[in-house]
Each structure stands twice: as structure tokens, then as C-alpha cells.
């Protein structure tokens, strides 16, 4: 059965109450754009990561580069967890 046919079976399905529920997710669906691009057709990301793009990202890896880091463990004794 082909995707169309498996939704022309739901909607037949559907209780009345849920009609128009369902109609709004498909118009809302049908009016979004095409914005899915498959993962390896997207164009690599070369920008540069920054704190405020990333969240820290960044500085994260800094600091693991650096040394400055604590096991999981040191970090439970630390805050009374072990």
C-alpha cells in the first residue's frame, strides 16, 4: 500500500471530532516549505564556532585541549554524590 493509500484509509478512520484537527496538520503540512535536505547533500559547515553560536561548545574544547577537566568521578566527590 503506498503512503497515499495508507492516508486515505486514516482519514476515513478518523472520528468526526478529529476531521478538522486533522485538516489543520495537513494544510499546516502541505503549506510548509521544502526545506528537508538529505544529510549528505548538505554543504559542510566551515563557520568558525563562537559561545554565542554554540553555547559553549567551543570554550568546552578548549579546556578538554588544555587539561582543564575533572574525571565524572571527581566531580561526584566534589559535590558530596559519592
Not at 472520528?15 to 495537513?26: E, F, K, N
Not at 526545506?35 to 547533500?41: G, I, M, Y
Not at 579546556?63 to 565524572?72: F, I, K, L, M
Request: no cysteine.
Amino acid at each position: 500500500m503506498s503512503p497515499r493509500d495508507i492516508l486515505h484509509q486514516l482519514v476515513e478512520e478518523l472520528s468526526a471530532q478529529d476531521i478538522p484537527t486533522a485538516a489543520r496538520v495537513l494544510q499546516a503540512l502541505s503549506a510548509a516549505p521544502a526545506s528537508h535536505v538529505p544529510l549528505d547533500a548538505a554543504p559542510f559547515d566551515d563557520e568558525p564556532d563562537d559561545d554565542d553560536f554554540d553555547g559553549g561548545l567551543a570554550e568546552a574544547r578548549a579546556d578538554v585541549e588544555a587539561g582543564r577537566v575533572v574525571s565524572q568521578e571527581e566531580a561526584k566527590k566534589r559535590w558530596g554524590l559519592l
